[in-house]
């Protein structure tokens, strides 16, 4: 159990870490307006993120439940999915572009919700959590619905100390990534390791 989730935590603090929309989103907010504006959009970020947690929970729940075959092919199905997220990575530009122009200042309220409303209405999100979870469920007698719910709280935390960080110290991370390029393919690789190994892990 214990072993699981420490490595659902690794691999969460891979993912978070790894440049994407959400965190450079919450990165050039907090560089143009403040750390409070990035930190209002990690919150409505994480928020959204209970929402795709709570349709993983029931959903997969009642798909163990109701068809333990059809519970394989969705597992063969997050094996392809999270390979097919490793080539898209892999075919991607290791470059990380921070672009602060034309930002438009908003409120804290309206960063909440567009960071909220950028997690809810990704189908992306919903599609990663169907696949990334159920490969994390550690336990044979505790209830899959808690067991989601724990993956999403640690999957939230981990994800709000990553991108909360980004938000405090934008200045010094934007100075860091400018100064030292490689970073960025370090990151990918880790990324691509980190999805190639959850398929694997998978499989056997």
Not at 109 to 127: A, D, E, H, S, Y
Request: hydrophobic share 55%.
């Amino acid at each position: 159990m214990a072993e699981t989730l420490v490595s659902f935590i690794i691999a969460t603090s891979v993912l978070a870490v790894s440049p994407g929309p959400d965190n450079i989103f919450v990165l050039t907010q907090s560089i143009v307006n403040g750390r409070k504006y990035g930190l209002a959009t990690v919150f409505g970020l994480m928020t959204g993120c209970i929402i795709h947690t709570t349709f993983v929970a029931f959903g997969v729940s009642t798909i163990i439940k109701e068809n333990k075959s059809l519970f394989l092919i969705i597992k063969v199905l997050g094996v392809s999915y999270l390979l097919y997220l490793a080539y898209q990575v892999y075919k991607s530009n290791s470059a990380i572009l921070i672009s602060t122009e034309n930002v438009p200042q908003k409120s804290t309220i309206q960063l909440f919700k567009t960071g909220f409303l950028m997690n809810v209405l990704n189908p992306k999100v919903t599609i990663f959590f169907l696949a990334f979870f159920p490969q994390f469920l550690f336990s044979s007698e505790m209830s899959i619905v808690l067991q989601c719910y724990i993956l999403g709280f640690l999957f939230i935390l981990v994800s709000f100390v990553v991108f909360g960080s980004i938000a405090v110290l934008a200045g010094k991370v934007s100075t860091y990534l400018k100064q030292h390029k490689k970073t960025g393919w370090y990151l990918k690789w880790a990324q691509i390791i980190v999805f190639v190994a959850i398929a694997f892990l998978i499989l056997l």
